[in-house]
RNA sequence: GCCCGCGUGGUGGAAUGGUAGACACAGGAGACUUAAAAUCUCCAGGCCGAAAGGCCGUGCCGGUUCGAGUCCGGCCGCGGGCACCA
């Protein structure tokens, strides 16, 4: 062989790895342990290059740990329920379990020949029995310790598919399959009881040093802890049961400033008035109407209702308040009912004129006007107002202190009192899908719900329909249709029941799969010697798209695990570090129809910016890779073309790893000359023969061992990019360099040692090559003799006042006096002193010299 | 509206408060070759200059400092997250 061929070297090394079975995870309390996960992948169909730089990232740390004595637990798993299975079912007639498991053995033939250093011994995927029934016996241990829960609640149902649909799911109020207007429906839910922790998820983010501040604010800010006054207008002439309205206010300070009482729609008492009154009846349902989308709500009018009925102001009995129904409040946080305060928000400032409603304001501006009825008066934060009620004259502080203030001031007069607030809200679980983990309990006409029996699980998915494959086509849920696998004896009483036909939310299966892990075929959920020895997981590398809800609920899910007995202490955090990646983009090359609509265009039908008819090609930079835009590239084309090394190398070599990385034909064919070039040089090195050169080698050598340091500092931060440049620099010292044959032997190994975890066959194949003994994945990593890092001599640079006036090349432990007076007899400083003594001069040994004039 | 983050050559980007632009892409010049490919050598922020060298330069304005891409304040622009949240 005489040049580089990765095709070869790939599939030889990979099976030497394999068989040397070296990155199989065993239990070893010798060594210590280092747990690196990549999120998993849904199987979608094929990997994409999103996947080859995420994956590539965590095999970088994988093997740059096993290089430095850690006993690697690196495994791979798919994320395997959820709709598209079931809309590929529905499109193509096939079932999900099948299109899912050929999705699977598909894309796990495209994964390995990347190399990476995963364990798959351990593979699993959530959607089998082995897996979800685990899940089942976690959610009855969570069932039975009160974490988990049913009530009603509103939904978001799609009245054509019959079933619940994700707020994601709802465009423009419609159904994003069917079209069909979405209506907001009660629905009797399955939730786990994440709100119970939302003093502690918010805590114990201040832990979490090592993942990113902006995961952790997202998080904060998801949680929402707020502070407020909470207490209850007087209802006069109410109907049976009724005769006040619980508020919730974060602006307490604003109370005086109260002109109506708002009530939710799904508000006691707007039920029971609507129970009573056609018109209260009639403006519900319509208020009712529409999805909960951020989008949907946003397009919706504010309307409210008056009801006719009055509150009585707590500070003035006298003073009374109308009672509006109104579709902009939410029964689900506060008390779903609140005062509106026309002076001082701008809502309620829109709603009043509408319902020509009375505006108050309590404070205004220090110094400067301001007119009330033409716009709220909203202060910025900590800003000082005047007073004009209550205490009129008076000067305070708005923002938190302003507050605290009124909080205490209500409270001394007996109205209400200071509590928290969390807008982080319970988990609705229940999706009436098929293609999910069963929820495994059974409803029973005397004993209501009950758990199903651990020994009964896993409660498997039918896919049949007794003989006759499930007709996917067919809208709702086909668990509720089979006609024998709801069938079932009541775990409690053994007469005839039914079975939950609500399967769980994918986010479930992927809010432990990290645990399982950790033992994943233990007859149990974990095995706590195993989790114990494993867990946490040391790096956790994924999307920022996972910010909130996955990292959020696996948070919860390690608290509750552990609660269960399940996961020891340690683990309630379970990622103790955290690093989100960018994506990998590409050009899109676009034109547009006779209508003006952009119309999408292949790479290789484009030429000099021109389609072969001429016609003039508008490229659009960084966009993300989608099929519909026609700039995917496909990694096992690129794999095919240049090999694994080349594709992992160039998605850790252009861009820091947390921001977007612009695939180029260009830049990966350059990461392949490159690698050649490598190839190349070590191979010439092996045959030529070359006598040593004491300044030569000793050059090189230095060098090399601040090549290991600073590469080995970039891979331990995340410093991909940089540590790739750096290697690409002592590459091109290697090819310049008139060292003998000894000492290039050396620093090309250690180049192939300082390679291995981002391109691993080319690094094994120069290993062996230049007789580096074993595997190069399992040798020592290098470490850089520090007597090595230190020159004799440093070039320094000289400023005067601050500007680079010239350099000097001085011994690197000269004295600072020495230094001084070198620089002082600098040709520019003479000349820019001209014969006056310096003000100042300043030597940072080692960096520079600036002298002031 | 609220909360984050980011602005450096033609491009991606580098730079513990200490020589701005490492490394790479694209580009240019040359060597080798009948030619091409491959490879190798060199140039390359802007302006002035034959050169030596000088001046300017990290979105804009100011500040701190011997010294600011980096720290502080204000502005402009871009991106992301959240939001009828009371």
């Known amino acids: 062989m005489s040049r580089y061929s990765p095709a070869e070297i790939e599939a030889k090394w990979q099976q030497a790895w394999q068989e040397a079975n070296i990155f199989c995870a065993r239990r070893d309390e010798a060594r210590p342990k280092y747990y690196v996960l990549e999120m998993f992948p849904y199987p979608s169909g094929r990997i994409h290059m999103g996947h080859v730089r995420n994956y590539t990232m965590g095999d970088v740390v994988a093997r740059y740990k096993l290089s430095t004595g850690h006993n690697v637990l690196h ?13 590929a079912a529905m499109a193509s007639g096939g079932h999900p379990k099948d299109w899912t498991y050929a999705n699977i053995a598909t894309m796990r033939d495209q994964m390995r020949p990347l190399g990476l250093s995963i364990d798959w011994s351990r593979e699993f995927a959530t959607c089998d029995p082995e897996y979800y029934g685990q899940q089942q016996a976690l959610f009855l241990d969570f069932l039975e310790k009160g974490l988990v829960y049913r009530k009603n609640a509103v939904v978001n149902w799609d009245p054509v598919d019959m079933t619940v649909l994700a707020n994601e799911q709802v465009i423009d109020g419609k159904g994003w399959r069917s079209g069909a207007e979405v209506e907001r429906r009660e629905l009797t839910q399955w939730f786990f009881r994440i709100s119970d922790f939302s003093e502690e998820l918010l805590e114990a983010l201040d832990g979490l040093d090592d993942w990113p501040a902006k995961v952790r604010t997202m998080q904060e800010n998801w949680i929402g802890k707020s502070r407020g006054l909470q207490f209850a207008f007087g209802l006069n002439d109410g109907p049976d049961g009724h005769d006040r309205v619980e508020v919730y206010t974060t602006r307490p300070d604003t109370l005086m400033g109260a002109s109506f009482i708002g009530i939710s729609p799904d508000h006691p008492l707007a039920r029971q008035l609507e129970r009573e009154r056609a018109d209260v009846a009639a403006f519900c349902a319509e208020a009712r109407k529409g999805g909960t989308t951020a989008e949907a709500i946003e397009k919706a009018e504010k309307l409210g209702f008056d009801t006719g009925l009055t509150c009585r102001h707590p500070f003035d009995t006298a003073w009374e308040l109308p009672v509006y129904i109104a579709n902009f409040i939410l029964m689900d946080y506060g008390t779903g009912a609140i005062f509106g305060c026309p002076g001082h928000d701008q809502r309620d400032h829109d709603f009043a004129r509408k319902y020509g409603l009375p505006i108050i304001d309590t404070f205004l501006p220090m110094d400067a006007e301001h007119d009330i009825e033409a716009a709220p008066y909203v202060p910025l934060k900590s800003e000082r107002v005047r007073y004009t009620r209550i205490v009129a004259g008076e000067e305070a502080q708005t923002g938190e202190a302003g507050v605290e203030a009124a909080i205490e001031f209500c409270e001394t007069n007996g109205v209400g009192q200071g509590v928290t607030k969390f807008r982080l809200r319970d988990w609705g679980l229940s999706r009436q899908r098929y293609w999910g983990c069963p929820i495994p309990v059974v409803h029973c006409e005397t004993c209501g719900v009950v758990p199903e029996k651990k020994e009964n699980l896993p409660v498997q998915l039918p896919y049949d329909e007794g003989g006759t494959p499930i007709d996917f086509g067919v809208p709702g849920n086909p668990l509720d249709r089979h006609p024998t696998w709801r069938d079932c004896a009541c775990p409690a009483c053994g007469a005839p029941a039914l079975r939950e036909t609500d399967t769980m939310d994918t986010f479930v299966d992927s809010s432990w799969y990290y645990a399982r892990f950790t033992a994943p075929r233990a007859e149990t959920p974990t095995d706590m010697a195993e989790a114990e020895y494993w867990m946490n997981v040391d790096q956790y590398i994924g999307g920022i798209e996972h910010a909130i809800l996955h990292l959020l609920y696996s948070r919860f899910f390690a608290r509750a695990m552990h609660i269960c007995g399940h996961l020891p202490e340690k683990a309630i955090e379970p990622f103790d570090a955290l690093f989100t990646q960018g994506m990998v983009t590409h050009e899109i090359y676009q034109t547009r129809d006779v209508k003006g609509r952009p ?11 021109r389609l072969a008819d001429g016609t003039e090609v508008e490229v659009i930079p960084s966009a993300k890779m989608s099929k519909s835009k026609k700039n995917v590239v496909d990694p096992s084309t690129i794999i095919a073309e240049y090999g694994a090394d080349t594709a992992r190398w160039f998605v850790l070599s252009d861009s820091p790893p947390e921001r977007d990385v612009e695939w180029t034909a260009s830049g990966a064919e350059a990461a392949h000359r490159h690698l050649a070039r ?26 090399m061992h601040k090549t290991i340091d600073e590469v080995t500092k970039g891979v331990d931060s995340f410093g991909f990019n940089a540590a790739i440049a750096r290697l690409y620099a002592f590459t091109n010292s290697l090819a310049k360099s008139q060292a003998g044959q000894a000492a290039k032997t050396t620093a090309a190994r250690t180049l192939a040692q300082l390679m291995s975890p981002m391109t691993p066959h080319l690094a094994e194949d120069i290993w062996s090559l230049l007789g580096g003994a074993g595997l190069v994945a399992t040798a020592a990593w290098p470490k850089p003799d520090p007597a090595m890092l230190i020159d004799e001599t440093v070039i320094l640079p000289i400023q005067i006042n601050g500007k680079r006036r010239g350099e000097l090349s001085l011994p690197a432990d000269m004295d600072k006096s020495e230094v001084e007076k070198a620089a002082l007899a600098h040709n520019a400083v003479v000349k820019a002193l001209d014969g006056a003594q310096p003000k100042k001069i300043i030597v940072v040994p080692g960096r520079i010299v600036n002298v002031v004039v």
């Open 599 to 609: 119309v999408y265009h292949l790479p290789e039908e484009v030429t000099e910016g």
């Open 75 to 87: 495994p791979m798993g798919w994320d395997a329920f959820g709709m598209p299975a079931e809309n």
């Open 678 to 703: 490598v190839w190349r040089i070590a191979s010439e090195i092996a045959q030529t023969p070359g006598e040593a050169d004491p300044q030569a080698d000793e050059a090189l050598l230095r060098e």
